[in-house]
């Protein structure tokens, strides 16, 4: 598969028991169409950038301790929302987010 | 589990723009795109190859641990959820897994009869069969006509066990090494072993590589 190096084992593995992605009964959970672009930007942005699952594991678990649930939000929702802090921080740990100039 | 599959059909929800968080979503995407760090493309290919990447490899590397390691089956039959962890594979709804081992007596058979409960870390995702009401309704009344359907044609005298799968309780079949098998290495052994024979409706033969 010449998509990504990372298969979706690598990624389980990487976010382990403490930040598992949203299943129901073996199937990934996208309840809407940015959830899924929300994995997918992660693992396509890290490979790109040679980041680590080790450092994005340490902001996804900082990002979902630190965010306060919304009132009606779903699991998914709010796990996919951490998902996008942990990636923003990651990257811009790495100084990636910077504006050019 | 069932519940789970439980969705509000009656009424629509209120139609609303795109969310605050779907925003930020696209907005990100936005950026690294400009930084070069992804493309739709590669972001749709990412999402497609997980949506199917689910397969029963991992439950054939287990079984083919055991086949080659008394310790390790050993293991993987006291403390399954330690001994599959040891190679890699589970998850948070593959906890408590129970492993149950055919012998030349017993030949073990998994189902969910209330929904579709499935040992999913080290089979990926259930057949179309294995959810189907008259799997579930008759492997538990008939298992041995159930599994002849299959072209498993068991002894009459080999015991034949049904073990019901739930959210709390998932079990993955250990199959017998098949005979003709000596020679092999542990990933020729995993290639036989198919999903199928970690269900209980078909033992590995030799020679017979599995198809996911």
Redesign the interface.
């Known amino acids: 598969m010449s998509a990504t190096r990372t298969g979706l084992a690598i990624v389980d593995a990487a976010v382990g028991a403490a930040a598992p992605l949203p299943r129901d009964n073996g199937e990934l959970v996208f309840e809407e169409p940015w959830q899924g672009r929300a994995l997918g930007m992660g693992v396509v942005s890290l490979e790109r950038a040679g980041a680590s699952w080790e450092d994005f594991r340490r902001h996804l678990v900082a990002a979902i301790a630190a965010r306060s649930p919304r009132d009606g939000e779903s699991a998914a929702t709010a796990y996919y929302a951490a998902w996008l802090d942990a990636l923003e921080a990651l990257l811009a740990e790495r100084g990636l987010l910077r504006s050019a100039g | 589990?069932s519940d789970?599959?439980e969705h509000h059909h009656d009424g629509h929800h209120h139609p609303r723009p795109a969310?605050e968080?779907?925003l930020?979503?696209?907005a990100?995407?936005a950026?690294?795109a400009e930084?070069?760090?992804?493309?739709t493309d590669?972001?749709?290919?990412?999402?497609?190859?997980?949506?199917h990447?689910?397969g029963p490899q991992?439950g054939a590397q287990v079984v083919a641990g055991a086949w080659v390691d008394d310790a390790y089956r050993e293991r993987l039959l006291s403390r399954p959820n330690e001994a599959i962890a040891e190679l890699?594979?589970?998850?948070?709804?593959g906890d408590n897994m129970v492993v149950v081992a055919n012998t030349a007596d017993v030949h073990n058979v998994i189902v969910c009869t209330l929904?579709?409960?499935?040992p999913?870390?080290v089979l990926?995702?259930?057949p179309s069969w294995y959810k189907s009401s008259p799997y579930r309704a008759r492997v538990v009344a008939e298992p041995r006509a159930v599994l002849r359907e299959f072209g498993l044609e068991l002894r009459d005298d080999v015991e034949i066990r049904v073990w019901d799968s739930s959210g709390e309780v998932r079990y993955l079949v250990l199959p017998m090494r098949p005979a003709g098998t000596d020679g092999y290495g542990e990933d020729e052994l995993a290639a036989i072993v198919t999903r199928n024979s970690m269900i209980g409706t078909a033992v590995p033969v030799a020679g017979e590589a599995a198809v996911a």
């Open positions: 589990m789970a599959h969310s968080v779907e930020r979503a696209r990100l995407e950026l690294l930084r070069g760090l992804v493309s590669a972001i749709d290919a990412v999402v497609e190859l997980y949506e990447d689910v991992n890699g594979f589970g998850g948070a709804e929904c579709s409960c499935y999913w870390p990926g995702l259930p």
